[in-house]
């Protein structure tokens, strides 16, 4: 059973930074790609950024490119998500996700239904 759990999150001044952090359990975390996703009240949720399972293969939203930076520690079987120059639209809950998939093209990257396994989601509020 893959677990997920997401932390890090938090209230954050417009020109902050937050760390996420995503610990998985449950298999081998190494061998399989993960991403981040979020969820703003009111809308779906949507990409952030990905990242194939040896890190070498990353893909990010537009929204976030430049600001934020995804990575793993397969020793260590997390994946962060360093978050700086926050603005307000970046408030939402965070999710991690994984799948079968050990690197993906874009459009899997970017897709909801390509991973099988969330984590429950941590809080990020920047306010202005």
């Known amino acids: 059973q893959v677990q997920l759990v997401a932390s890090g999150g938090g209230l954050v001044q417009t020109g902050g930074s937050l760390r996420l952090s995503c610990a998985a359990s449950?298999?081998?975390?190494?061998?399989?790609?993960m991403a981040w996703f979020r969820r703003a009240p009111g809308k779906e949720r949507e990409f952030v950024a990905s990242?194939?399972?040896?890190?070498?293969?990353?893909y990010y939203a537009d929204s976030v490119k430049g600001r934020f930076t995804i990575s793993r520690d397969n020793a260590k079987s997390t994946m962060y998500l360093q978050m700086n120059s926050l603005k307000p639209e970046d408030t939402a809950v965070y999710y991690c996700?994984?799948?079968?998939?050990?690197?993906?093209?874009?459009?899997?990257?970017?897709?909801?239904?390509?991973?099988?396994?969330w984590g429950q989601g941590t809080q990020v509020t920047v306010s202005s």
């Open positions: 996700a994984t799948n079968q998939l050990r690197i993906m093209s874009t459009a899997q990257a970017m897709a909801v239904k390509t991973y099988d396994y």
């Open positions: 449950g298999r081998t975390f190494s061998r399989y790609a």
């Open positions: 990242i194939s399972w040896s890190g070498s293969t990353t």
